[in-house]
């Protein structure tokens, strides 16, 4: 017996940005298997950064994501850096770190409204959307713009932090503290959630080990792996943290190593404040970057982030690989659908905050109805709330 | 034995033919494409290197180099296989590491290497109608020579 292929995407299925496209083979309402299919979005960059020099790649790998560009940009700068034996300034390091949880923090709300509008929880939505903005604020006052920040120089970094910046950014960090641990208290205990969240989506540690999971996605299954602690850069080998692991493998568990990370990037934060070092926070750098090879990680908003740098003594990159967490979740992403019904595919998906470059349509296939039909996200996500609201 | 020197052993060292230590934490490893899996497989299973981070392919003129990053703890290992142009095929890994199928098939999808034992090459990251003769990171695709090819002039 064939089972009814339904297709989902290519645009994004989830979070409304980009495109995959998932083909889902359903029996009735539960899942049986799912095949992706990415390259609606493949924009070519490490091609394009064959033909640019060290220095303008820095302004086209700040592009490859809207919201994680500072991972991006962190890792590449990190392995020219590297190529180039180049010391950078302690305090840049510091700038880096404060930039890159900053990051994490505006993804991590962006992500907690994007999957509470999934369930149908819209005031959960929009109340966290607004809170985000305490962080875009930070993020303007430092940078001069809200997304792609462009603050990376290879040597270091592009402005400094201001003693008013950073009387702000306090400010808004406590504000944040207090609201965040709101969204905690709601997402542990708020009826809605827990409905749509517990025992969704699961991904068995051993699976999301063999499937090289990453980021918070791996973490939700129990497994203790944090690029920050394991391969420290910039300043977090001084900086004391905690890595979040909870034990539920669900999308409920993902949801809560997310609301306690923020938390973290708060405490990571204000302790590189406290000790922010003096000093410059650049310095110069050759155009031409001697033959060699590098390979950087980042921990990335939605895990680990690598880029591998081939040079040639020219001052273009012979080689510049990029692997964004998103490609690396996808796998163990197709694993969570499994015996889950159609009305939880949303849920799943936004669980991995997927970032393709995101899925619209989805294909159904159903044997027993020799069925195939379509269904945009909101479609698919208005049945789902409806589906769940009659249980 | 740390972590970062659990790459050493038998199963690895007497198998590579270059081994550079680039920094505690960088290790880089050639292997020929007869040896490579044996590696991979001692290194899964004797030693925990069950992540693989990416595969990245790398065109080097007559030959194209793939590299497989696995990673424990810190330590980044590379292992560099080079297989040539014209019959670019090597085993692929993901009966010993299921993660690594989709950067398999992100490498045959833009050099044209073929991972004998993937069960699925369809394209990935291409469109489906995409010229079978076009690798786009081979050297001898330019942008503008794809761009020619695709536009049929």
């Known amino acids: ?391 | 034995m740390t972590a970062d020197e659990a790459w050493r052993g038998a199963g690895l060292e007497e198998r590579a033919t270059a081994i550079k230590v680039q920094s505690r934490r960088r290790v880089f490893v050639d292997l020929a494409p007869v040896d490579f899996k044996a590696v991979v497989a001692w290194l899964v299973t004797e030693r925990g290197f069950t992540h693989v981070a990416t595969v990245t392919g790398i065109d080097v003129g007559s030959e194209i180099e793939v590299i497989y990053h696995l990673a424990h703890g810190a330590l980044v290992l590379s292992l560099r296989v080079a297989v040539s142009k014209e019959e670019p095929t090597l085993p692929s890994i993901v009966d010993l590491v299921p993660g690594a199928t989709f950067y398999e098939r992100e490498v045959h999808d833009l050099f044209g290497v073929a991972f004998e034992g993937n069960p699925d090459l369809s394209p990935l990251v291409l469109p489906d109608d995409w010229p079978s003769e076009i690798h786009p990171l081979r050297r001898e695709w330019p942008a503008d020579r794809i761009h020619r090819r695709l536009e049929g002039t």
């Open chain 1, 1 to 391: 017996m064939a089972f009814t292929p339904i297709p989902v995407g290519p645009q994004h299925p989830a979070l409304d940005l980009e495109s995959v496209n998932f083909t889902f083979h359903v029996d009735g309402e539960k899942v049986v298997a799912v095949r992706p299919r990415l390259g609606y979005m493949h924009r070519g960059i490490e091609k394009l950064a064959e033909g640019r020099t060290y220095h303008q790649n820095l302004y086209l790998v700040e592009r490859v994501c809207g919201i994680c560009s500072q991972a991006h940009t962190i890792c590449y700068a990190q392995a020219v850096e590297e190529l180039l034996e180049v010391e950078v300034p302690d305090r840049a390091l510091y700038i880096r770190t404060i930039m890159a949880e900053l990051e994490r923090i505006q993804n991590h709300y962006l992500w907690l409204g994007v999957t509470a509008h999934q369930m149908g929880f819209e005031t959960l939505f929009m109340y966290t959307w607004r809170d985000r903005e305490i962080v875009l604020k930070m993020v303007e006052e430092v940078t001069g713009k809200r997304v792609n920040y462009d603050i990376n120089y290879l040597g270091g970094v592009r402005r400094d932090l201001t003693p008013e910046a950073i009387h702000e950014m306090r400010k808004g960090l406590d504000q944040l503290a207090e609201r965040t641990k709101y969204y905690t208290r709601v997402c542990k205990n708020e009826r809605t959630v827990l409905k749509r969240t517990v025992d969704v989506g699961r991904l068995s540690p051993k699976d999301a080990e063999a499937l090289c999971a990453v980021g918070p996605t791996l973490r939700a299954s129990g497994v203790k792996r944090d690029i920050r602690a394991d391969d420290p850069y910039a300043a977090y080998e001084e900086t004391p943290f905690t890595v979040i692991t909870y034990e539920g493998c669900d999308v409920a568990s993902r949801l809560w190593v997310r609301c306690d990370e923020i938390q973290e990037s708060i405490r990571i934060i204000r302790h590189a404040l406290d000790t922010l070092p003096g000093g410059e926070i650049s310095v110069r750098v050759p155009r031409a970057v001697p033959a060699g090879e590098a390979i950087s990680r980042v921990e990335a908003p939605r895990g680990e982030n690598l880029h591998y740098v081939r040079a040639d003594g020219s001052e273009n990159p012979a080689r510049l690989k990029i692997r964004a967490p998103t490609l690396a979740n996808l796998l163990p992403l197709c694993t969570m659908f499994v015996d889950m019904n159609i009305a939880d595919i949303p849920l799943i998906i936004a669980g991995i905050d997927p970032c393709i470059a995101c899925a619209e349509r989805m294909t159904f296939i159903d044997p027993r109805k020799t069925a195939q039909w379509s269904w945009s996200s909101e479609e698919l996500r208005r049945r789902s709330v409806q589906w769940y609201r009659k249980r």
